[in-house]
């Protein structure tokens, strides 16, 4: 269905009429057709004013969707189409808004959708209901009881697969916001000879099925269940185990998770189970036959397992339970016997057992349901109350279940009629308007032939069938269901409702047999067997059964059965099925009377529970039994809406100038006004004794929208005069605020002012002064400088005067005198500096005082004397050794100092001379004995050049006092002596070889060695050769041979003359001795070092 709702869509896309009070012409087949016109266009909800007819469509339509809610919600009733939500949204509305608590009674037969109407009542009020942790809670508990409770309570019938068996009244009760906070539920008789025995077609209660089909397979072995209902004699008998629109094992998923939710215990949630296995394992003893010894039928357990099985899951004693299902204790003469019980009488306490453990469970579990969702605080409560009992039932066969399901359904109808016609249409001649009476069937006469109390031993016999039936109950001896029906006969005989075959108006009537007795209901003729009556009234248990229940161990079992309790000894009898049947229904119409009620008419559509199918005999019978007619047409002829006029012109006041705010005249006159004001048609309006009546229920919505628009403009205007007296009290006050800011602000820069004017002042008080200071100052400076000045002229006047006197004596003594002392004074400043600035005494301290210039030249000889002086005394400190080689060392500055690279890196090197301590050696001393050169200077290895190709070869050179020794170093031969004084003239190179060249002088008489020529040595000493060599032949001569140091020599090897010349920048050559190449080339010895 397109939701694009409101009064257009209801005017464009209506089918048929949707409220019946409309229809033209007014037949009952009209109202029919329309209900099937607006059906078949899946249209299932159709009003009569406010009363909601719903058509059970048996099938699913999107009309239950959270945005069709939305839809819904505080909309006015004719504003959308008909719909359960609306009639529950108006309930709702009126109950938080108004304050008024509500009911919504659903009524209808078996099958016609009270329940379904029931959960979308609740689904409506959870959507539309506040939100919170705490409320949505409360919502779920409240949901998650339907399935639970209809779990237990509800079962496959031939006109319903999910037929409730019980009557469910729940209050939800709210806060003054209109959020739920809890609820009661109240249940009314549950049909529990189900329990036992179903007829064909139907099922037991679906738990059963769904405990076996749900349950897991290790908690069904725990409850010792097989998971085929087939093997239960509950469950077999009727031939109907599964129902296609029932999935059992889903629905116990469902069933667990409800009571979780609800806040059942694991354990309790396990002991209701093994109640239920156990009511489906009792069902399974069996009985078989035994005759006693004094003549009477007995009976034993024919088969001990299931009973075994139900002693453990119970924890009770397996033989107590026997003897309990097999045996009855009796009171004879206050003497208590055990008397054994038939195979029958065995059957019927094990069911009746089986019965009681079920119904109370159901009630037990109702209770605490109800623990779960009571409200919890002590606040004020608004309530709803939405009734779901079982409809009108006509079997084939009805018994006691159906008496008493029946007898509820002429109550409610009661209630409708009261309420809705009779009441009506007594108040219009109460408040003395103008009205035709509309006749209806008032079922109030079968209601007293049912309930009316009172004894039929009374004279006028004017007593109710359930008085008669507690009566028989109550009657000691022999009472039968028979007795019951002939007592009836006798008391009702006379009833216009009441038929039996024994009375003389219905004896040619076949259809009614002799066991049983007709009511003519208001929805029809049905015939109750009274077979079972007496029994059923009574809803006795033997007390051996509730004995041995309540000895089990089972906790729940035994609250079960509180009777049980052996110290309880009262013996007083409990009341009957009926009479507390009466009393809860007496009471729930009180309930309901004091609630404002809210109608729902269910219809069911065919018996075959098929969708789209409208079969007109059924619902015209319905249609009638409702006395839905009736209730269309005093709707018509009357009035939609009542109120008394105080409280109508309270409400709507603000509708005429006159009446706003206040009215103080007669309400009634004030209503006038507001009507006049509102220019409301004469024939819409009849003015009652105490009550203004209105006609069409589109006038109130006019006015109320009217009201609501004059609201919101009331509301601005006090909103507008609000705001603006908020306004000027804030504008004054900011006014006021305003003034003492600037006052305080005014002072406060006044206060700032003045005390920069007094800085001000200060400052220039101050400049002022210091100004004058500085002049005074100024004056006094120039005056002491005048004075000053004047002193100083006068003492350049006294100076000059004097000199002037002195000058001629002082210039020719004075000036030598002055100019000596100061070159005296200077003198001695420099030598005191020089004594106290003196360096210290080692020789090569640089150090010396600065000095004028013009004592620079005494300052240098004054150095070069104190250097000479130091290095005296340090040659003092020298013995004759240390002394020899200084002098060796002095020497050998004096000839290489600045002329060869190699010089330096031979000043720290001490001259050793025998560098193979030669002078210990025998061989030497062999050679020394021959040549007398006892006096060794220079002894090692050197490299000697042969002067014809250049080569280099080692021998041992020895140089003594006396002469130069060249020696075969492997043979220590000696190969020649040169005498010292043989050496005229030694050169080198300035470069980094070690190679000396030593001229010999020119050969004289033939002198053998001085004929060989010069000769070049080389060695790593070869500055101590030089110069020991050289000392030699000074010490010798007194002459130092002549030493030259020059990249190039001429020297005369043998008889030619030869220039030898050194050069560097050769490569590859290595480092050290000789580190040379040496070639020769006829006069030319090129020595090429790096
Ligand atoms: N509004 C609906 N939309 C769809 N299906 C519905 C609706 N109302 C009822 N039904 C169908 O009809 C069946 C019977 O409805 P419900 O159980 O509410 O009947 P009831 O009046 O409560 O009967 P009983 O008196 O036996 O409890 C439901 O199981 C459902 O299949
Ligand atoms: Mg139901």
């Known amino acids: 269905m397109a939701l694009h709702l409101g009064?257009?869509?209801?005017?464009?896309?209506?089918?048929?009429?949707?409220?019946?009070?409309?229809?033209?012409?007014?037949?009952?087949?009209?109202?029919?057709?329309?209900?099937?016109?607006?059906?078949?266009h899946e249209q299932i909800y159709t009003y009569i004013g406010t009363v909601v007819v719903s058509v059970n469509p048996y099938q699913k339509l999107p009309l239950y969707t959270a945005e069709v809610i939305e839809e819904y919600r505080s909309r006015n009733i004719y504003e959308l189409p008909p719909h359960i939500y609306a009639i529950s949204d108006e309930a709702y509305r009126s109950m938080r808004d108004r304050n008024l608590d509500q009911c919504i009674i659903i009524s209808g037969e078996s099958g016609a959708g009270k329940t379904e109407a029931s959960k979308v009542i609740m689904q409506y009020v959870a959507q539309v209901s506040g939100k919170g942790r705490e409320i949505d809670r409360v919502k779920e508990q409240l949901l998650q009881s339907n399935p639970v409770l209809e779990a237990f309570g509800n079962a496959k019938t031939l006109r319903n697969d999910n037929s409730s068996r019980f009557g469910k009244y729940m209050d939800i009760e709210f806060d003054f916001k209109g959020d739920p906070i809890g609820g009661v539920i109240t249940n009314y008789l549950l049909e529990k000879s189900r329990v036992a025995s179903q007829i064909p077609g139907e099922r037991n209660f679906h738990i059963f099925y769904q405990l076996l089909a749900g349950a897991d397979p290790t908690f069904l072995e725990t409850l010792k269940l097989s998971p085929k209902p087939e093997s239960y004699g509950f469950l077999n008998k009727s031939g109907c185990i599964t129902v296609d629109t029932i999935d059992d094992a889903r629905e116990f998923n469902l069933v667990k998770t409800g009571m979780e939710v609800i806040g059942f215990y694991r354990a309790e949630i396990n002991e209701v189970f093994q109640l239920v296995a156990s009511v489906l394992k009792l069902g399974n003893v069996e009985f078989s036959h035994r005759s006693n010894s004094d003549g009477t039928d007995g009976c034993d357990i024919a088969s001990t397992q299931e009973l075994e099985d139900v002693a453990k899951i119970l924890g009770c004693m397996e033989q107590n339970l026997k003897s309990a299902l097999t045996q009855r204790t009796v009171e004879v003469k206050r003497e208590k016997v055990k008397t054994d019980f038939s195979v029958a009488g065995a059957v019927y306490a094990r069911d009746a057992l089986c019965k009681a453990i079920y119904s109370r469970l159901f009630s037990w579990l109702v209770q605490r349901i109800n623990d779960s969702i009571k409200v919890k605080t002590e606040q004020t409560k608004k309530v709803m109350g939405v009734l779901d009992i079982y409809g009108f039932e006509v079997f084939e066969t009805n018994r006691y279940e159906q008496f008493i399901i029946n007898y509820c359904n002429e109550k409610l109808q009661q209630i409708f009629i009261e309420l809705t016609l009779k009441e009506e249409q007594e108040e219009y001649i109460r408040e003395g308007i103008e009205w035709i009476h509309v006749q209806y069937f008032n079922n109030a006469v079968i209601c007293d032939l049912i309930e009316k109390s009172?004894?039929?031993?009374?004279?006028?016999?004017?007593?109710?069938?359930?008085a008669i039936l507690d009566e028989q109950c109550l009657l000691p001896g022999n009472v039968t269901d028979k007795t019951f029906l002939e007592k009836m006969n006798t008391t009702c005989k006379d009833h216009p409702h009441y038929e039996s075959r024994a009375l003389r108006k219905n004896q040619s009537d076949r259809s009614l047999p002799h066991d049983a007795f007709r009511l003519k209901h208001y929805a029809g003729n049905v015939t109750y067997k009274v077979d079972g009556f007496i029994d059923k009234n009574n809803d006795l248990l033997y007390r051996d059964l509730s004995q041995a229940m309540y000895a089990c161990k089972h906790n729940l079992m035994k609250k079960l059965f509180p009777e049980g309790n052996p110290t309880q000894k009262s013996l007083k009898r409990p009341p009957t099925a009926g009479s507390q049947f009466k009393a809860s229904v007496q009471e729930l119409m009180k309930n309901l009377l004091s609630k404002n009620p809210n109608y729902i008419r269910c219809i069911k559509p065919n018996d075959e529970k098929q969708s789209g199918k409208l079969d007109l005999d059924i619902v015209k019978h319905q249609v009638r039994y409702l006395g839905l007619m009736e209730n269309i047409r005093v709707k018509r002829a009357g009035y939609a809406y009542r109120q008394v006029y105080d409280q109508f012109l309270y409400r709507y006041k603000m509708l005429a100038d006159e009446t706003w705010p206040s009215w103080h005249g007669d309400a009634k006159e004030g209503v006038k006004k507001i009507l006049a004001n509102q220019k409301i048609a004469d024939d819409e309006i009849a003015f009652g004794k105490s009550k203004l009546f209105i006609r069409n229920p589109r006038t109130l919505f006019d006015l109320e929208e009217t009201r609501r628009e004059r609201m919101h403009f009331l509301a601005t205007l006090i909103q507008k005069v609000w705001k603006g007296h908020v306004k000027r009290e804030h504008f004054l006050l900011m006014k006021r605020s305003q003034v003492i800011i600037s006052s305080r602000f005014r002072g406060f820069y006044g206060q700032k002012q003045y005390k920069r004017k007094k800085a001000a002042a200060l400052l220039l008080q101050c400049c002022t002064r210091r100004w004058k200071a500085r002049k005074l100052l100024a004056e006094l400076k120039h005056q002491k400088r005048?004075?000053?000045?004047?002193?100083?002229?006068?003492?350049?006047?006294?100076g000059w005067k004097v000199r002037m006197n002195y000058k001629p004596k002082f210039r020719r003594i004075a000036g030598p005198k002055v100019a000596r002392f100061m070159v005296v004074a200077l003198r001695r400043k420099f030598l005191l500096n020089v004594r106290d600035k003196l360096p210290s005494l080692s020789?090569?301290?640089?150090?010396?005082?600065?000095?004028?210039?013009?004592?620079?030249?005494?300052?240098?000889?004054?150095?070069?004397?104190?250097?000479?002086?130091?290095?005296?005394?340090?040659?003092?400190?020298?013995n004759e050794s240390q002394k020899y080689t200084l002098r060796e060392k002095a020497t050998a500055s004096d000839i290489f100092k600045d002329k060869k690279v190699i010089y330096p890196e031979s000043v720290p090197h001490p001259f050793k001379g025998d560098y193979l301590n030669l002078r210990g050696d025998m061989k030497w001393k062999k050679i020394h004995s021959v040549t007398h050169d006892i006096n060794l200077v220079f002894a090692d290895l050197v490299h000697k050049v042969n002067r014809a190709n250049g080569k280099i070869v080692q021998q041992l050179l020895v140089i003594s006092s006396q002469a130069l020794l060249v020696i075969d170093h492997h043979t220590m031969t000696l190969k020649y002596r040169i005498p010292i004084e043989y050496i005229e003239k030694i050169s080198l190179s300035p470069f980094q070889d070690k190679l000396a060249v030593f001229h010999m002088k020119k050969p004289?008489?033939?002198?053998?060695?001085?004929?060989?020529?010069?000769?070049?040595?080389?060695?790593?000493?070869?500055?101590?050769?030089?110069?020991?060599?050289?000392?030699?032949?000074?010490?010798?001569?007194?002459?130092?041979?002549?030493i030259t140091i020059s990249p190039q020599c001429s020297s005369q090897f043998g008889n030619s003359s030869v220039q030898v010349s050194f050069q560097q920048g050769a490569k590859g050559l290595e480092p050290g001795i000789p580190g040379v190449k040496v070639t020769r080339k006829k006069h030319l010895m090129l020595i090429s070092e790096p």
């Open 454 to 466: 009172g004894s039929s031993f009374s004279q006028n016999n004017n007593v109710g069938i359930l």
């Open 843 to 878: 020789p090569i301290d640089n150090k010396w005082p600065s000095s004028l210039n013009m004592y620079k030249s005494a300052s240098d000889q004054l150095q070069v004397m104190h250097h000479r002086w130091r290095c005296r005394k340090y040659r003092r400190k020298l």
């Open 7 to 40: 009064a257009q869509y209801i005017l464009e896309h209506n089918v048929g009429i949707s409220d019946a009070v409309l229809l033209d012409p007014l037949t009952e087949e009209a109202f029919i057709e329309n209900l099937k016109k607006r059906f078949s």
């Open 1004 to 1042: 004289e008489n033939g002198d053998k060695f001085a004929k060989k020529g010069d000769f070049i040595i080389g060695n790593e000493h070869i500055i101590e050769i030089v110069t020991k060599s050289s000392l030699c032949l000074k010490n010798k001569t007194s002459k130092m041979p002549e």
């Open 786 to 798: 005048m004075e000053w000045a004047a002193g100083v002229i006068h003492k350049y006047y006294l």
